[in-house]
């Protein structure tokens, strides 16, 4: 399936582009996705403990399932957060 | 009520949008560019939203506010781009028929702004930038962490901070 | 900053007198003129000041929460005169470094003024007139008290209502 | 001695008047001009619980001793007040 990954400040800064198309075994979860985009970039491994992900605009756990065309934000530190 | 915005945000204006005849009261919230930030001398403030998302965002989270408090109106705003010194990024008024409401409201709405919204900010200080609270940021700072911030030292000579590094070669925003 | 007027508030120009670079938050609250009151139709109101001395209670006020919050500046108007309805007639904005003092201490000089400061409200509803808080007006109310208020029949025939007489060859007040 | 007495609010609209000069005997306190009020309108027996007064723009207690000159103001129940 097809994913739209979006890419927001230090994470976007750092890949240099603002989003992309991944494409994904059919099933996969949002913590599958993590671990693909890890294997591609050091800052994904990096923020692990601190980037969240937000599905069609919400935010969603490691365990959301995936479906194709979703649009899948990756959220680094939001400028105030302190607990994530 | 709920928007991202690129210009300088009008606080009467949004006072005019949550204004009724039927609110006693009036609370608003501004987040403005401060000139100090944990010893480091601030130049600017550059914000960078996931707009349809952050939009969301603030409607769920006035959604709450009206849960818990009878309000008249609620309006967020957070402006993107560069932000000068002494400019509000963000705005928030809250209108109810009486005045602790709308104060608490307010004092709420923005409290969850800075824990959800998917707004990044980036801080350009006198020897560097740091994208505030990311990975680069050594202690996850916001607004209200200065009081018990570590002081770094940085390199005053000129590129990137010591505790910041930004690899050059790498875009900046254009937000 | 401190001051009573005749005209309406300006919350922009407000801002921009407690704004400053080293603050990073500004609060502020309007208190706005309701249509409605205990179910009273309320048509305006008017407000009677005693205006150096209130002025002098608006510094007091500031200067207490600047020894209970870390506050950057302070900024307390009220107006007199027939305030119509919608508009505001009492404005405060408290900046901080933080955002938690600026509310904290907004709602604190709100709260003290309200009890403190020598400012009459005249409400003129459909039907009457009453002095609020006073002799003549049954509960005290405030802007709070509507919640609990009990409601009473008033003349609406014209004139002014049971509850509340004003003697009609008394002056009125021309502020 | 010579006082400057001032009218608020639903004093000022029942006497008519924004304020007087009254004559009061040295010594007297806030309490003793109260009572002399008292005898002369009886919107001060009426307000005896409610009513606030203010020398020189500071709110004072009924034992305060009033001085030549004094402007004494009478402080009818504030717009937002519920304590006094």
Redesign the interface.
């Known amino acids: 399936m097809k994913l739209r990954v979006l890419y927001f400040g230090i994470v976007r800064e750092r890949l240099g582009r603002r989003g992309e198309e991944i494409e994904c075994a059919a099933g996969a979860s949002v913590a599958d996705l993590m671990t693909l985009l890890a294997q591609r970039n050091d800052i994904f491994a990096l923020g692990a403990g601190t980037i969240r992900v937000a599905v069609n605009r919400e935010y969603v756990d490691g365990d959301h399932g995936l479906a194709d065309d979703d649009e899948v934000a990756i959220i680094p530190p939001v400028a105030g957060g302190r607990k994530r | 009520m709920f928007a991202i915005v690129e210009q300088p945000i ?3 204006q949004l ?1 005019e949008q949550v ?18 930030n944990r010893g480091r001398r601030v130049l600017k403030l550059e ?4 707009p ?2 952050a939009v ?1 965002e603030f409607e769920k989270i006035a959604a709450l506010a009206r849960t818990r408090w009878d309000l008249t109106a609620v309006a967020i705003v957070h402006r993107v781009g560069v932000v000068p ?2 400019q ?1 990024s963000v705005a928030i008024a809250v ?1 109810a ?4 409401e ?2 608490e409201a ?2 709420f709405c ?1 409290d969850s ?10 801080e350009h200080f006198e020897g560097g930038e740091v ?7 050594c202690d ?1 700072g ?6 018990r911030a570590h002081h770094h030292p940085h390199d005053h000579a000129g590129g990137h901070a010591a505790d910041a590094p ?2 050059p070669a ?4 254009r937000r």
Chains 1, 4 share one sequence.
Do not use: N
């Open positions: 009008s606080i009467q006072c204004g009724s005849p039927a609110a006693g009261a009036i609370a608003t919230f501004l987040g403005t560019t401060r000139q100090s914000y960078e939203a996931y349809e998302m969301s010194l002494g509000a209108s028929p009486h005045r602790r709308a104060i307010c004092h923005i702004l800075k824990e959800v919204a998917p707004i990044w900010k980036k994208w505030i609270g990311s990975l680069a940021d996850h916001d607004d209200d962490s200065a009081g930004v690899d790498q875009p900046r925003s």
